[in-house]
């Protein structure tokens, strides 16, 4: 469905090979939207001028983010890794609060605070079946049902 939006641009960056428009939306000026710019099909001007919030830092903003999905309220993540992947999860920086710690058995202890969820979920079903959500619970039935709607469980539609 195509949409036409009326946006104060504040921020443009590139993620994973595309670039995206951090920007509000004139309807809802609190509320902040990424805009993936490849899918926009016409860009114009309002010849509005509009003065951007100069305490506006775009770095804080992505770093409470989970890859450039955003919510509104933080909540503490914490994952364990099986042993087999343990290694190449403690090379990376996955985001910039995250906290790790090995366990005796080789298994690997995530721990983080984010405001992202949508793209999150995918980065966790990513990993199956060589990841577990110890915590927040709701975030761990999410994954469950995820799964069951990938093996035909639930419907899609639920």
């Known amino acids: 469905e195509t949409?036409?939006?009326?946006?104060?641009?504040?921020?443009?960056?590139?993620?994973?090979?595309?670039?995206?428009?951090l920007a509000r939306r004139e309807e809802s000026k609190k509320e902040w939207s990424t805009?993936?710019?490849?899918?926009m099909k016409k860009i114009s001007g309002t010849g509005e001028i509009y003065r951007p919030d100069e305490t506006f830092d775009p770095?804080?903003?992505?770093?409470?983010?989970?890859?450039?999905?955003?919510?509104?309220?933080?909540f503490k993540v914490r994952?364990?890794?099986?042993r087999k992947i343990a290694t190449?999860?403690?090379?990376?920086?996955?985001?910039p609060t995250q906290k790790m710690k090995r366990r005796r058995d080789g298994s690997l202890e995530m721990s983080f605070e984010?405001?992202?969820?949508?793209?999150?979920?995918?980065?966790?079903?990513?990993?199956?079946?060589?990841?577990k959500v110890l915590s927040p619970k709701r975030l761990h039935e999410r994954i469950e049902f995820k799964m069951k709607q990938g093996l035909g469980?639930?419907?899609?539609?639920a």
């Open 59 to 74: 770095r804080q903003h992505i770093r409470d983010a989970f890859g450039i999905s955003r919510g509104e309220k933080p």
């Open 3 to 21: 949409k036409t939006y009326t946006v104060e641009p504040y921020h443009l960056f590139a993620y994973h090979g595309n670039w995206y428009l």
């Open 88 to 95: 190449y999860i403690e090379e990376r920086v996955w985001h």
């Open 79 to 82: 994952l364990l890794f099986a």
């Open 114 to 131: 984010t405001t992202g969820w949508k793209e999150f979920v995918r980065w966790i079903l990513s990993w199956q079946p060589d990841v």
């Open 35 to 39: 805009f993936a710019v490849s899918r």
């Open 153 to 157: 469980i639930v419907s899609w539609h």
